[in-house]
């Protein structure tokens, strides 16, 4: 790890010496602060006491990590927990524990292992904020949410897990089981290509997966994938869109023939838009949650770049990338 630091700042060492002698550094924007709910639990982060007490109570532990000043943070606080209809359902049936992933706060997991709030993080492989972990006062992990999600995903995985319905499924059959109308109605793209062969395709690949149930795919569609900069990124892919109801035969990179409604399946996608990104024919990373234009833009710029050689995770190179780009004094906007 003390290598990785030492070549990473060697590496940024020209961008801040070329943006000292031209000018300011750019700035982040489009932060938003935001308190914590006053009804979250007060917890000394020792969760094997967390798990026990609401053992006792019958009820599950919800850890919430975030970020001081995300936007996606305090916009689902602010739909789920703050206000909203789970608010209270969330408060009745769950202890809920926040965790800030950049933290210095010590930390004992359910396995007693020591921790920082940060180390954490890493060990439950966070890559977004906010992540959602839900724990079993008997088994511990049930479900791991990734990044925002809208209110009615939310609901779906508080009743999930409140009705230990992980005893018995997965939470991608689970959803099937809900009944959810169609809103949507697919929107053509003009880098959207027609494609249902990947076997041997080894440049980048993006499979986007939308259905008509999705209350999140419009919004999508017009404040993230019509952004120019996003634009950009997706001429460098062959960018699929597939129905995930679809039964519809396709192979896969991997040379399997399936469908795209099993294929969401077997990748355990539980959100729609849901985007896996791949290069030379494999898996490099997945947005199974939304992100803003310029997350999203520079997730695809780490496949299709080729930055996912060189950095050990999406998390390395947007923390290197961030720094490059205010050095060049360029303004980062973190908004919608």
């Not at 724990?135 to 009743?159: F, I, K």
């Not at 999140?216 to 996003?230: I, K, M, S």
């Not at 469908?259 to 729609?272: D, E, F, H, S």
């Not at 024919?281 to 930055?307: M, N, P």
């Amino acid at each position: 790890m003390r290598l990785l630091s030492v070549v990473l700042i060697a590496m940024l060492l020209p961008f801040a010496a070329w943006a000292g002698a031209a000018g300011t550094p750019g700035r982040l924007k489009g932060g938003e602060a935001y308190a914590l709910p006053q009804w979250f639990k007060p917890s000394f982060l020792d969760f094997r006491s967390d798990l026990d007490e609401a053992r006792r109570r019958g009820r599950h532990v919800l850890v919430f990590l975030h970020l001081d000043d995300c936007p996606y943070c305090a916009r689902m606080l602010k739909e789920n927990f703050v206000s909203g209809d789970s608010r209270d359902f969330a408060q009745r049936h769950f202890d809920v524990i926040a965790v800030n992933i950049r933290g210095a706060l010590d930390v004992i997991w359910i396995d007693g292992t020591p921790h920082t709030e940060r180390t954490l993080a890493r060990q439950l492989r966070v890559v977004a904020t906010p992540t959602i972990v839900f724990l079993a006062p008997d088994t511990g992990p049930v479900l791991q949410l990734t990044g925002y999600r809208d209110a009615r995903a939310v609901r779906h995985a508080l009743e999930y897990v409140q009705g230990r319905h992980y005893r018995s499924q997965a939470f991608t059959e689970y959803l099937v089981t809900r009944e959810m109308p169609a809103v949507y109605e697919f929107r053509d793209h003009p880098q959207f290509a027609v494609a249902t062969y990947f076997k041997g395709y080894r440049k980048p690949l993006a499979i986007l997966f939308e259905d008509r149930h999705c209350t999140a795919c419009a919004r999508f569609q017009e404040r993230t994938l019509h952004h120019p900069d996003v634009i950009a990124e997706m001429k460098r892919f062959l960018f699929v869109r597939l129905d995930a109801d679809s039964d519809r035969p396709v192979v896969d990179p991997a040379g399997n023939m399936t469908t795209p409604a099993q294929w969401a399946k077997t990748l355990g996608l539980t959100y729609r838009p849901a985007l896996v990104l791949f290069d030379e024919g494999r898996e490099i990373f997945r947005i199974d949650g939304q992100l803003y234009h310029f997350h999203f833009k520079e997730a695809l710029r780490y496949v299709s770049g080729g930055h996912h050689r060189r950095y050990p995770s999406i998390s390395a190179y947007n923390a290197a990338r961030r720094e490059e780009l205010l050095q060049q004094g360029i303004d980062i906007d973190y908004t919608e």
